[in-house]
C-alpha cells in the first residue's frame, strides 16, 4: 500500500443502520493506576485535592493549585460524571505547566493513561512538525474521527466519522481495531492526540483512551497527548 495514499475505508465498520446497534463490548485496558501521586477530582469547574478545593478559573486559586502540584506526579480523577472538558480547562493548564506527570484515570475501571496536554496552540505546533502519521482522534458527538498526515479514515458514511456511535454509545471496539490497522501503516509514528470536541464529557475522554490499547498494559503508541480548549484569562481574585 502507497503509504501517502488516502487510508481506505474500514472494511467492517457497518453502516448507519449499525447506528442502533450496541456496540460490541470492550474490555477496558489501560496502565495500572501509579502509586505516589497526587490525586486531583474533577467536579465541574472545581478540582478537590485531599481536604482542598479551588476554582482554577480563579487567579488566585489558580496560584495556589500550582504550588500544590508544582513538579508532582498528578492523577485526574472524575467525581461528577457531568464535568466537561471545557470546564476544566484552566485547571489542565495548570498541570500542564507545572505537574510533572499527569494521568488520567478511567471512570469504569483501575487504570490510567499518562498523558502529555496541549493547548490549541500547542496542538498547531505538533501538527507542524515533520513526521508521518500525525495520528489524531477527534472525539465527536456522533463518533471519532481518524486523521492522520495524509487524511481521514472514511467511515461507513462519507460525510460522518470514521467510527460512528453506535447504540447511542462510543465504539471502543471497533476504535481499537482502527488504531491497531494504522499502527501497522504508519510503525514509525509513536505518539496520538485525542482531540475532543470541548462539550465531551471528561469520563468520555478517558474511555476513549482506552481504545489506545490492545491488551493490560499494552498501548499502541509511547505517547498520548489530549487537546483541550484554551482557557480564558484568569479573572482576578475577586472578580466573579
Known amino acids: ?92 493548564a495548570v498541570l500542564r505547566a507545572q505537574a510533572a506527570e499527569v494521568w488520567l484515570q478511567h471512570p469504569d475501571a483501575p487504570v490510567a493513561y499518562r498523558l502529555v496536554l496541549r493547548d490549541e496552540q500547542g496542538f498547531r505546533a505538533w501538527l507542524e512538525e515533520v513526521a508521518p502519521g500525525k495520528l489524531r482522534i477527534i472525539q465527536r458527538a456522533d463518533g471519532f474521527e481518524l486523521s492522520t498526515s495524509v487524511g481521514k479514515l ?10 460512528p456511535v453506535r447504540g447511542g454509545r462510543q465504539d471502543i471496539a471497533t476504535l481499537r481495531r482502527e488504531l491497531a490497522r494504522l499502527k501497522t501503516r504508519f510503525t514509525t509514528s509513536d505518539d496520538l492526540c485525542l482531540v475532543p470536541s470541548f462539550g465531551t464529557e471528561v469520563g468520555q475522554v478517558a474511555r476513549a483512551l482506552g481504545g489506545t490499547y490492545v491488551a493490560p498494559e499494552e498501548g499502541l503508541f509511547d505517547t498520548l497527548c489530549l487537546v483541550y480548549p484554551t482557557p480564558r484569562s484568569a479573572p482576578d481574585a475577586g472578580s466573579p
Open 1 to 92: 500500500m502507497d503509504p501517502d495514499s488516502p487510508p481506505p475505508a474500514p472494511a467492517d465498520a457497518g453502516t448507519w443502520a449499525d447506528a442502533t446497534v450496541t456496540p460490541v463490548s470492550a474490555p477496558v485496558w489501560g496502565e495500572p493506576l501509579p502509586d505516589d501521586v497526587l490525586r486531583l477530582e474533577l467536579s465541574g469547574d472545581q478540582v478537590r485535592l485531599g481536604a482542598e478545593t479551588f476554582t482554577p478559573a480563579r487567579a488566585r486559586d489558580a496560584a495556589r493549585l500550582a504550588e500544590r502540584v508544582r513538579g508532582k506526579d498528578v492523577l485526574v480523577a472524575v467525581e461528577d460524571a457531568d464535568t466537561f472538558l471545557a470546564q476544566v480547562s484552566d485547571a489542565l
Open 154 to 163: 472514511p467511515g461507513p458514511d462519507r460525510n460522518g466519522p470514521s467510527v
